[in-house]
């Protein structure tokens, strides 16, 4: 993940609107990406993961892309809704016995608006 | 079925003194790792248990431990606390020892130092 700060990016969009939050990474040796969602007052929330051999992997409504020779990594939300209005982290993880042992991005605040 | 159970979920405690949250786990998950989520820092790794022995840990200091039993449930300890504690505490739980690629969040253990 990116280093972290205060300032989260935020992405604002109207409800039907397809939504990208992108991600950058930086272990080379990380083997499975991962998109949390989280609401206010509430722990995360998976979304979906992208083992580092694939490049696309599509869930209900979501596209997770990753691109390893740039390290990076792209949440595609598709028809937006307001449900979703949400932070998103990416985060990464070598798996095997470490899979518990995730590094999380910064986050971006998603808001859509009706 | 019952999701990971965090308690308590607000505490307050002034410098110097100790605290221990407790984390159950979803039934028949054996993983039980947690997570600091401050505002500057974000979302940072502290440890992971796995059938009662620390699999994984984080770069915090020693005045943060836990212990899982076995159960499965999880404690976190934090002594000597520093203003800096103050933090969201998250606790996350997987079924096996493998990677499934979905951590299960709890809602947290909101700590105030003062």
């Known amino acids: 993940g990116e280093s972290v700060g205060l300032h989260l990016p935020t992405l604002s969009v109207q409800e039907g609107d397809n939504s990208i939050i992108n991600c950058a990474y930086s272990?080379?040796?990380?083997?499975?990406f991962i998109w949390y969602k989280q609401e206010s007052g509430k722990g995360p929330q998976f979304i979906i993961d992208i083992r580092s051999n694939m490049d696309k992997r599509q869930g209900q409504r979501v596209t997770v892309l990753l691109n390893k020779t740039v390290k990076h990594l792209s949440l595609q939300i598709a028809a937006t809704q307001p449900g979703d209005s949400a932070v998103y982290f990416c985060?990464?993880?070598?798996?095997?016995?470490?899979?518990?042992?995730?590094?999380f991005g910064q986050g971006t605040i998603l808001t859509v608006h009706p | 079925k019952a999701g990971v159970t965090q308690t308590p979920r607000y505490l307050i405690k002034t410098r110097g003194q100790q605290v221990t949250l407790s984390c159950s786990p979803i039934?028949?998950?054996?993983?039980v790792s947690w997570y600091q989520q401050t505002p500057g820092q974000g979302l940072q790794f502290l440890f992971e248990?796995?059938?009662?022995?620390?699999?994984n840990k984080g770069n915090f200091p020693g005045r943060f431990s836990g212990r899982q039993f076995s159960n499965s449930r999880s404690e976190m300890n934090v002594s000597t606390l520093e203003l800096g504690d103050s933090a969201l505490y998250l606790c996350a739980s997987s079924g096996t020892g493998t990677y499934t690629g979905e951590l299960f969040f709890g809602e947290g253990s909101r700590l105030t130092v003062l």
């Open positions: 248990y796995f059938s009662e022995t620390q699999r």
């Open positions: 985060a990464e993880t070598t798996g095997g016995t470490s899979y518990g042992k995730l590094t």
């Open positions: 272990n080379s040796a990380s083997d499975y």
């Open positions: 039934s028949g998950h054996r993983s």
